[in-house]
Nanobody, 115 residues
Framework: QVQLVESGGGLVQPGGSLRLSCVASGSISGFNNMAWYRQAPGKEREWIGS???????SYADSVKGRFTIARDNGKNTVYLQMDSLKPEDTAVYYC?????????WGQGTQVTVSS
């Protein structure tokens, strides 16, 4: 069992930046896919990006060019750097760890983009 804890959320103005962190209670090196999702009020949870084995990243079109995912296996941490934030980025952001046999979610962190 691995616990994931997200942090770094908060209130930011449009055009601003935030960096979210997802710290795992154990090693993340065994997870071939570390992903970020978000869920806005009244909407379904949506995938926004992943970092897979080999540090290959992929992103949803809605965040491509503005968000960057990185992982530090030595710190058991995955990061989500969010730049040029827009009001429509307001949501609860979740981290997910996936392997061929398991999937774990964090509890989420709130990001609010508003002037």
């Amino acid at each position: 069992q691995v616990q994931l804890v997200e942090s770094g959320g908060g209130l930011v103005q449009p055009g601003g930046s935030l960096r979210l962190s997802c710290v795992a209670s154990g090693s993340i090196s065994g997870f071939n896919n570390m992903a970020w999702y978000r869920q806005a009020p009244g909407k379904e949870r949506e995938w926004i990006g992943s970092i897979i084995t080999g540090d290959i990243t992929s992103y949803a079109d809605s965040v491509k060019g503005r968000f960057t995912i990185a992982r530090d296996n030595g710190k058991n941490t995955v990061y989500l750097q969010m730049d040029s934030l827009k009001p429509e980025d307001t949501a609860v952001y979740y981290c997910r760890a996936l392997s061929t046999t398991a999937s774990y979610w964090g509890q989420g962190t709130q990001v609010t983009v508003s002037s």
